[in-house]
């Protein structure tokens, strides 16, 4: 059965750092498109990031993280990261990793995933 783990949140100060790593079972995560996302209390789900199969490598940021995350492979690990740099009060959510079995080329749209994680809460103090 395929399973997404997160792991890696917290609670930080503003400027801080944090990051977010996905690994999963069953499948092979350098094959298929892996996002983030976040839900944050009383907003709709929003996708931070995103990176496309090994072949296709191509990125997507949310414009309000880019310059301050950066996602990656480890194909070793098989695992997916989400480096969270300047952390602001704002990013405070819940982050969820996706994979979309059915693609290589990552986009930031929800239904297009088809397995998810459990979440992993960030809360970032002013």
């Known amino acids: 059965q395929v399973q997404l783990v997160e792991s890696g949140g917290g609670l930080v100060q503003a400027g801080s750092s944090l990051r977010l790593s996905c690994t999963a079972s069953?499948?092979?995560?350098?094959?298929?498109?892996i996002g983030w996302f976040r839900q944050a209390p009383g907003k709709e789900r929003e996708g931070v990031s995103c990176?496309?199969?090994?072949?296709?490598?191509?990125?997507y940021y949310a414009d309000s993280v880019k310059g301050r995350f950066t996602i990656s492979r480890d194909t070793a690990k098989n695992t997916v990261y989400l480096q969270m740099n300047s952390l602001k009060p704002e990013d405070t959510a819940v982050y969820y990793c996706?994979?979309?079995?059915?693609?290589?080329?990552?986009?930031?749209?929800?239904?297009?995933?088809?397995?998810w994680g459990q979440g992993t809460q960030v809360t970032v103090s002013s």
């Open positions: 996706a994979a979309d079995l059915d693609s290589e080329h990552a986009v930031p749209w929800a239904p297009e995933y088809d397995y």
């Open positions: 069953e499948f092979t995560l350098d094959y298929y498109a």
């Open positions: 990176i496309s199969s090994s072949v296709d490598g191509s990125t």
